[in-house]
C-alpha cells in the first residue's frame, strides 16, 4: 500500500469517526483531514467511476466524491439514489434565501 493509500485510509477512518460522534473534534483538525482526504481521492483514485464511491458503510468517502462531482459540475450528485442530493439543494437554497433577506433587513 502506498504511503498516500495509507493515509487515505487513516484520515477516512479519523472521519468516520468524528461523524458517528465517537470522539469530538475542533473544526480546524476535521477540516485539515477532509481535505486532506480529498486530495487524495482526487490524486489517486480520481480515474474510477463515481458509483464505485457509493458506500453506505463509509459515506465520508461517498461525500467526498459528491463535492468532487460538485466542484468539476457545479450541480449535487445523488451517487445512491437517496434523493438526498435534491433534498440538500432545496434546504440549502432555502436557507440562502433566507440569510440573504435577515442581511438586507
Do not use: W
Not at 477516512?12 to 469530538?24: G, N, R, T
Not at 480515474?47 to 461517498?62: E, I, N
Not at 468539476?72 to 440549502?92: K, M, P, Q, Y
Request: charged share 30%.
Amino acid at each position: 500500500m502506498t504511503r498516500d493509500m495509507s493515509r487515505l485510509l487513516d484520515q477516512i477512518v479519523f472521519l468516520e469517526v468524528v461523524d458517528a460522534q465517537h470522539v469530538s473534534m475542533n473544526a480546524a483538525k476535521y477540516l485539515a483531514a477532509a481535505r486532506s482526504v480529498r486530495e487524495i481521492v482526487e490524486r489517486e483514485l480520481g480515474g474510477l467511476k463515481m458509483r464505485d464511491f457509493v458506500s453506505a458503510d463509509l459515506p465520508t468517502l461517498q461525500t467526498t466524491a459528491e463535492n468532487i462531482f460538485f466542484d468539476v459540475n457545479r450541480c449535487f450528485a445523488d451517487l445512491d439514489g437517496s434523493g438526498n442530493a435534491r433534498r440538500a439543494e432545496a434546504i440549502a437554497g432555502r436557507l440562502l434565501r433566507r440569510l440573504g433577506r435577515a442581511r438586507l433587513a
